[in-house]
């Protein structure tokens, strides 16, 4: 959601969070029973955006995709919050509950992960599209991910060459996931900060690799790796989002992009969203 509008008013009236409720590793006991207590989303499904006082209150709830009703939502919660009406008691923080929350590998990198549809295409949407309301809106969607980096193979790429454990994380959560299972391995190398490469296919084709790396001290300070292929339809509850709408058996050109976050940053401090099992680093 970019609409100026949108993004002034969450940025300086609310306090924005998404809950995923079917697991929540990052919270702490105490946000948990506090998220508990009240119909967050902690306990069902809650498509769309619902606003909350601080003790739980529901203001307003609806949003959607468009901007019109999102506005709608967020108007509808500000003319209900009165601020004398709430009455909200937060706990002492646990610093031990903070520390045992996964966090990025130290030293390591966090990279974004984005994918979109190249060109226009026949959408084919379903229940989460609205089956056809909204198939424009997630064909010009754009997926987002984050990708965790462990602190040796940082190492390596600041030496100037690509590691393998590296190559496979990003395959199996990631380019496998776009351009389905056909895609057979990431051979790409590192020559003078260029990468350069191409990830096999069926039926003799090839999605072509392109991206920089550099380092400074021994510390990588940009990464970018461009993958455009053929990618085909995925139906994950909207988690996809653009490859939701590609037509049944019918390969499209995508690209994938992968880039240095800044550790700093809100978006970049949100868990990889295959990082829950302990293998994921390996």
């Not at 949108?6 to 998404?18: C, D, G, S, W």
């Not at 990889?272 to 293998?279: A, I, K, Q, V, Y």
Request: include cysteine; glycine fraction near 8%; charge should be neutral.
């Amino acid at each position: 959601m970019n609409d100026p509008e949108v993004v002034e008013l969450l940025k300086t009236r609310f306090i924005p969070y998404a809950l995923d409720n079917v697991e929540n590793p990052n919270l702490t006991p105490a946000e948990k029973e506090f998220l508990s207590a009240f119909d967050s989303g902690a306990k069902a499904c809650t498509i769309g955006m619902t606003a909350y006082t601080a003790d739980g209150r529901k203001l307003a709830s609806g949003g959607g995709y468009e901007p019109a009703s999102v506005k709608s939502l967020i108007k509808k919660a500000l003319s209900e919050f009165k601020p004398e009406t709430v009455s909200a008691t937060v706990p002492p923080r646990d610093d031990a509950a903070v520390a045992s929350l996964r966090r990025p590998p130290e030293g390591g990198l966090i990279l974004y992960v984005t994918w979109k549809l190249i060109g226009e295409i026949q959408a084919e949407g379903n229940a989460t599209t609205g089956n056809g309301k909204y198939d424009k809106v997630f064909q010009q969607s754009l997926g987002s991910d984050r990708l965790w980096v462990r602190k040796d193979e940082a190492e390596v790429l600041a030496a100037g060459s690509f590691p393998e454990s590296l190559k496979g994380r990003m395959m199996r959560h990631h380019v496998q996931y776009v351009l389905s299972k056909d895609a057979k391995s990431l051979d790409v190398s590192i020559k003078g900060g260029r990468i350069e490469g191409m990830v096999p296919l069926s039926d003799s084709k090839r999605a072509d690799c392109l991206g920089f790396v550099e380092a400074k001290d021994g510390k990588v300070t940009r990464f970018e790796l461009l993958i455009k292929g053929l990618g085909r339809r995925v139906e994950d509850d909207g988690f996809s989002a653009c490859l939701s709408v590609v037509p049944k058996e019918m390969p499209v050109p995508v690209a994938i992009f992968f880039e240095l976050a800044d550790p700093r940053e809100g978006l970049a401090r949100v868990l990889p969203h295959r990082s829950r099992g302990e293998s994921y680093l390996k």
